[in-house]
Structures are given as C-alpha cells and as structure tokens.
C-alpha cells in the first residue's frame, strides 16, 4: 500500500518516538511518505529571534499563519532544517531508510503564490491584505516520490514549496499532504493530530460520508475544517480512504489504519 | 460616509473608519473594496480571491 501520513507539530513534538518507531515497523512492507507539520515549532524560534508570529483567521474562518520575510526565512530553517532532519535521523536510527526533502528539492511541490488573501481582522471585518509568502499546491512531481518509495525509502516531507519565479512559500501541511496522496492515488491518507478525529457534540465521528464534509466543516473548530476540506479533496481526487486520528497514542498510524479516529469517505 | 456603487450606481453605506483593503458586501450582489487614493476614500469591484493558506 502507499500511505500517505500527515503528522500535526503537536502530536510530533509529544509523541515523536511513538509515531517513528510505527512508521519504521510499517516500512517493512508499506511505501510511505510523511508529511509533517510543526508551526508551534516555527513560532517558539521565531520568538527566540524577535519575531512575534502574526496568526489570522481567514474569511472562511480558518486560523493561518501570515507569513512575510523574515518569518519564511525563520520557516524554512526549522522546517526543512531541525524538524525535518530530527524526524529522518530518528527513522534511520529505527533502521528505516528515510531520506528528507521540501517540497523545493527536485521541484515536488510547485504552488501559486497567493497575491492577496482576505482576513477577518481584530475588528470582526473582512479585509484584503497582501498575500505574504504563502501559496496554494499546483502540482506533484510524483515522478521523485515514486523513484523514492519504489527503491525503498520513506520519503519525510516538509511543507515548504515553491513558485515559477523559485519564490519559496510556506504551505499548509493538510494540503501537502492531500496533494501528494492525490497525485500517488494513495490508498489512503492519515492526518495524524493532538485529538481523537472529528468531534461533534464531544464525541469522536466514526465515519462521514463524502457528501456531510462541508456541511460539517462549517461547523467544527479552526483547524478541523481545514482537514476536512482537504480530505474531501484528496477523495475526489481518487485516494481511497482518508482518517483523521490521534497522532498522540501508541502506534497511531496503525491505530488509524486498524479503525481508530474518524474514517471519511464512502468506500 | 455615503459612497456610490460602481458597479450599479446605488448608494452604499461605508464605516467612516473603514481601512484600505475593507470589504463591502453592497445589496446589488456585488462585493467592494475600499480604496484610499490621493481624492480620498472609493469603492472598487472585488477582484476573485480564492482562499488558501500556509502551515
């Protein structure tokens, strides 16, 4: 199976030896590419070099990180640098061959820039402002992840791509991730985060159908909607199952494939 | 402040502290943005935004 495994900053930086030592089992016999989060990381470096994080919250209600400059430079650093390199020594060390990359190395992921966005401002109003460095995934090359996974290696992504102009951006995990498995056809995609799944009314969904995702995006919590919107994504797309579950237990990728979390789709 | 609609010539209500970039949906259906340049405040068609994000 191709597995595609998106890991939130949270359940990696609390569960990071959990989460590898799965992975390292699975990749006996499974082709898996990781794409990892870690904005809390960013923000904490960030801080430790002067620059206070701006968090907004876009028109549709989802809280995104606005990234200029000097905070890409600090994203890139972190990202590509101590998370990716931390997670891809670990694999090894568990005799995984990991190797990691950005979506800049060999052009995986190239994304449009996004000129202006439009955020909910500390007012409660709507407002145009310029897009900073942040973009939206145009293309895979699927070409390197499969020459990766099919001479054995997991592949550990970090969620950095980059424009026509070689303009690097900051890019939304979920959506890298729902990018990759949609190019790969994964059978499936399992976004790994510091909850259970989907909850509603304090209680985790077991399944959702493919046609309930945006009715309930709208009514769960920041940073759900935007997995879920994602999910539904990567389903028309042709991935054959999307779970989001805990990246906070033991085995959690395993526990997602075995029926843990939240299952969307109709398959 | 009492703008007009550049898309149906109607009036439209503007906050008098509104900010460049503020977007004003206007009952015709068409979505504003409010501009400051060198003749003051005005209005202009919203171009299409789709929304994304970054990490």
């Known amino acids: ?122 007012r409660g109003r709507k407002r145009v402002i310029p897009g900073g460095y942040t973009g939206k995934v145009v293309s895979v090359n699927k070409h390197l992840i499969r020459t990766l996974i099919g001479a054995g290696y997991v592949v550990v992504v970090a969620p950095i791509a980059m424009d026509q102009h070689g303009t ?68 028309k797309s042709g991935v054959r199952r999307v779970v989001i579950a805990s990246g906070l237990v033991k085995r959690p990728v395993t526990n997602a494939l075995n029926g843990g979390g939240t299952v969307i789709g109709d398959a | 402040m009492r703008l007009e609609c550049p898309v149906c010539g109607l009036p439209v209500e503007v906050p008098d502290d509104a900010l460049p970039g503020e977007v004003i949906e206007h009952d015709c259906g068409t979505v504003l943005e409010v501009v400051h340049d060198g003749d003051g405040v005005k209005l202009k068609p919203l171009d299409d935004i789709r929304e994304d994000w970054g990490e």
Do not use: C, W
């Open chain 1, 168 to 235: 690097m951006l900051n890019i939304d995990a979920d959506q890298a991730a729902s990018a990759i498995a949609s190019a790969l056809s994964a059978d499936a995609l399992i976004m790994l985060s510091d909850v259970e799944g989907v909850i509603v009314d304090g209680e985790v969904i077991k399944r959702i159908g493919s046609e309930e995702i945006l009715s309930l995006a709208r009514s769960v919590g920041k940073g759900m909607n935007r997995k879920l919107i994602m999910a539904g994504e990567a389903l």
């Open chain 1, 1 to 122: 199976m191709v597995l595609v495994i998106k890991v939130g900053g949270r359940a990696l930086t609390s569960n990071m030896r959990e989460i590898v030592k799965d992975l390292a089992s699975l990749a006996e016999e499974e082709r898996l590419i990781l794409v990892h989060g870690g904005g809390d990381v960013v923000t904490d470096y960030s801080r430790r070099m002067g620059i206070e994080p701006k968090i907004m919250v876009s028109a549709s209600g989802v809280r995104f990180r606005y990234t200029d400059e000097e905070e890409l430079e600090v994203f890139v650093m972190v990202m590509a640098g101590k998370l990716n390199k931390e997670i891809v020594s670990a694999l090894n060390a568990l005799g995984a061959q990991a190797v990691g990359v950005s979506g800049v190395d060999g052009s995986l992921l190239l994304a449009e820039r996004k000129r202006r966005v439009i955020i909910i401002d500390e």
